[in-house]
């Protein structure tokens, strides 16, 4: 039994995102959600011609824009499996626009599945850095570490995920093998092994939950 989930879970589109970006962010590990959304700008006289009032506003805004286009591309190569151009794509939109949580997360489940897990780790702090209550980034950290053996720091970076959505599954799967990992088990553990069996409909996991119920009670008994 491995740590990650029967089936790939991930991410993210939110509102008028395409199609194609929402096919590709469901093949990532981690959700992501592109950002569509632009603030609006009022001035003394009413004027709502950007480039004549702040052209450093018109000049940030269009490079959000540019951004948001290698975003896409970016998306559309990573469906296509091109991972390289992809991953220049996704660079490319980031220099336009840092704050792009969708493509430091998805860059980050291509620099994984290259096995560059550092850089991945780099790119997953930054897009957690970026949305502090999602629970994914901190999810996609943990199954790295995981992936090393290193039990105790991926246990930690699941607690991480989980204390942002208590009812994140993946999660949930994630901190309970590496709790087995460890060889540990208590109260808090069981609550989570309680909380994913009242969620999980996979048979496979379903009886791996149960097995670990009986190993962390046995524990507890003891």
């Known amino acids: 039994m491995t740590a990650t989930t029967p089936t790939t879970s991930t991410h993210h589109l939110n509102g008028r995102a395409t199609r194609t970006t929402l096919?590709?962010?469901l093949l990532a590990a981690g959700v992501v959600l592109p950002t569509i959304g632009c603030s609006s700008s009022s001035t003394r006289s009413g004027s709502n011609n950007i480039n004549e009032i702040d052209p450093a506003?018109?000049?940030?805004?269009?490079?959000h824009v540019d951004a948001l286009e290698h975003y896409n591309t970016a998306s559309q190569l990573h469906l296509?499996?091109?991972p390289d151009e992809a991953l220049a794509e996704y660079r490319i939109a980031l220099e336009l626009d840092n704050k792009l949580f969708a493509a430091w997360n998805n860059m980050g489940q291509l620099l994984m599945a290259e096995g560059n897990n550092q850089q991945a780790m780099n790119a997953y702090q930054i897009a957690s850095g970026l949305e502090p209550t999602d629970p994914r980034p901190e999810y996609n950290i943990?199954?790295?570490?995981q992936k090393l053996g290193w039990a105790k720091d991926s246990y930690e970076h699941f607690e991480m995920a989980i204390a942002r959505d208590a009812n994140y599954l993946p999660a949930l799967h994630g901190v309970i093998r590496s709790a087995e990992m460890l060889g540990i088990g208590d109260a808090k553990i069981l609550n989570y092994i309680r909380n994913a069996q009242l969620r999980e409909t996979d048979d496979q996991w379903r009886e791996y939950l149960s097995t670990?119920?009986?190993?962390v009670q046995a524990l507890i008994d003891n």
């Open 142 to 145: 943990g199954i790295i570490y």
């Open 57 to 63: 506003m018109a000049y940030a805004r269009q490079r």
């Open 212 to 215: 670990q119920h009986y190993r």
């Open 23 to 25: 096919a590709l962010c």
């Open 80 to 82: 296509d499996d091109k």
